[in-house]
């Protein structure tokens, strides 16, 4: 079975941009979202499929080609759906590479003993402040 | 037994209930403020309005080392955050999710909750089991699936009334263990008659079983 699909879950900001991004750079992108509005924020550049859907029901993920996934990156707008979808991913697929956006901090607990990587918001908008504060009483 | 009842109205009413009488140490945590101050006015229990999916909720509940969570909301995915929650942040044994969706039984066993209830999956196995349009009343399975236990009423017009068991021509691995005939329990031998209306418990295995139903079932 090859691996070469990457799946975006939750079309958003975040989640529509890194599939456009990854899509510019040759990858098989295929785009998750409950509305189909949402696809709207993906740029013209993006050459990849979407999927309207709710991604927590198994059938939608499959449909998506989970089984052959490279890479995951979970953006929906809930902490709980997006920890609840890194596990799906991680204990019944197997996908070697997961990326999971949380606002709270907290949630990063369940996390742990997996390889799954978390992207907390909240924490690089912290780090970027005192970066900008710190050069600006320079 | 120290029990912590998360999310739901009636159901979390009910199980409050019914554990209060047996004297276990419960906790309840809901969402809904207003149910939360119903269920501590009417019981002398900590009670926390609060979401049970944050980690500091269960921490201000004191769930630490618990028995048993339950997680009775009416949203799967918050189900499963509080158990995973529960069970790999505070050391809480056993993990109970209620499922709206019966497919995620399967899904949430594989990704470790202890029990999952789903009452549409109950129904199925129940009519499974139960096959009620035919005489069939029960089917159940012993030693991992390798004996079954079937119960079988005798109607009128099936072959082997008023016949002695030793005449009846049965199929392989049969054995008649018992018959119910209202008020009586026989344990049937060579000579027994069965008649109209007997209850047959019948032991075999479950590769005869739909033959052995199909025979039983036969028409004069």
Known sequence: MKRNKFIVIGSGRLGANIATKMSETGEDVIIIDSTEDAFRKLQETFSGYQIVGDATDLAVLENAYIKHAKAVVITTDSDNTNIYLSHICYYVYNVPKIYVRLSDTDKGKLLEGTYIKAIYPFTLSLAEFMDQYEEGDV | ?220
């Open chain 2, 1 to 220: 037994m120290k029990v912590v009842i998360t999310g739901g109205k009636h159901e979390a009413d009910y199980i409050v209930n019914t554990l209060k009488e047996e004297h276990h140490q419960l906790i309840v945590i809901n969402n809904d403020r207003q149910f939360a101050e119903y269920i501590s006015t009417n019981n002398d229990i900590p009670v926390f309005p609060g979401d049970p999916t944050k980690a500091y909720t269960l921490s201000d509940a004191e769930c630490d080392n618990a028995d048993v969570l339950l997680a009775l909301s009416d949203n799967d995915t918050d189900n499963y955050i509080a158990c995973i929650t529960a069970k790999k942040l505070f050391n809480i044994k056993r993990t109970v999710a209620k499922v709206k969706n019966p497919k995620n039984v399967e899904l949430f066993k594989k990704l470790g909750i202890d029990s999952i209830i789903s009452s549409t999956y109950l129904m199925a196995q129940t009519i499974l089991n139960e096959s009620s349009v035919e005489n069939i009343i029960k089917t159940l399975s012993i030693e991992d699936e390798k004996i079954v236990m079937i119960e079988i009423g005798v109607e009128e017009e099936y072959h082997l009334v008023n016949q002695r068991i030793m005449d009846i021509p049965f199929p392989r691995n049969i054995n008649i263990s018992c018959i119910f005939r209202d008020p009586h329990v026989i344990i049937p031998k060579g000579d027994t008659r069965i008649k109209a209306e007997d209850k047959l418990i019948i032991i075999s295995t479950p590769s005869e079983k739909e033959e052995i139903i199909d025979f039983i079932q036969k028409k004069r």
